[in-house]
């Protein structure tokens, strides 16, 4: 996809600022950043900080991850053509956006608890003419039952333990990952297997926005 020349150079230097970091080292994950501009989910009074590697306010006092920990988050996924996935916490669409892209023929199920948001991130990726994300308007603390179940479920916010239902939607070999933990959080990627859930990675001091609902904070 062809970006607007105002933003290119800003994008060539956070990803080269992400590689020099390593929190960017997959070639199709970059591919995926190029292809799916964050400016596009970035409300209009922040534009001139899209690219930077910070956070940003959008709606509701929630925020529009990290450009570093969504690399990061995308690149331990590990996410393959085809796939079936799920997403708790729509936010932007950013990260959905990004899933798409690498899950091609698959698709991306995402769930937003705040209606304000489900709408802007439909919004977002309508303008990137995506059409292999659904975003749904619930509590994705619950999952998502009825396209379950899935290779890959991705938590964008901060749950203080791994909600039950999340593990039974989860495909046998499928890969889990969340930020877990109260005031800080670690990254933590699990695997459902025949002999049950394995951690596969852990790095700890992360700070989410947290998970609500029944199975998150209350
Ligand atoms: N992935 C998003 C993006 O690319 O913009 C950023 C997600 S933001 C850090 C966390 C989101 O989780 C917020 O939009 C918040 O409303 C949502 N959230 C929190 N608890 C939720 C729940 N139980 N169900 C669905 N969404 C929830």
């Keep these: 996809m062809e970006i607007e020349k105002k933003y290119q150079t800003a994008l060539n230097d956070l990803i080269c600022y992400l590689r020099n970091s390593r929190l960017l080292t997959d070639v199709h994950v970059e591919t995926a950043f190029r292809n799916i501009p964050r400016h596009e989910f970035v409300p209009k009074s922040d ?34 053509n085809g ?24 698709t991306v199920y995402s769930i937003e608890r705040h209606p304000e948001l489900v709408k802007f991130a439909k919004e977002n990726l309508k303008k990137l003419k995506i059409e292999n994300v659904h975003v749904i308007l619930g509590d994705g603390s619950i999952g998502y039952p009825k396209s379950a179940p899935y290779d890959r479920i991705i938590i964008t916010a901060a749950c203080t333990e791994v ?53 998150g904070k209350k």
């Design 47 to 80: 534009l001139a900080y899209a690219y930077y590697n910070e956070p940003l306010p959008i709606m509701k006092n929630q925020t529009i991850s990290q450009p570093g920990v969504v690399s990061r988050m995308t690149e331990w996924l590990d996410v393959k």
């Design 163 to 215: 909600p039950l239902p999340l593990l039974e939607q989860l495909n046998e070999n499928g890969l889990l990952l969340a930020p877990v933990g109260n005031t800080s959080q670690s990254l933590i990627l699990l695997q459902k297997t025949s002999k049950g859930i394995i951690e596969i990675k852990n790095q700890p001091n992360y700070v989410f926005v947290p998970l609500l609902g029944k199975f």
């Design 83 to 106: 796939q079936n996935i799920l997403e708790i916490g729509t936010g932007s669409g950013w990260q959905s956006g990004i899933l798409s892209y690498l899950v091609g023929t698959g």
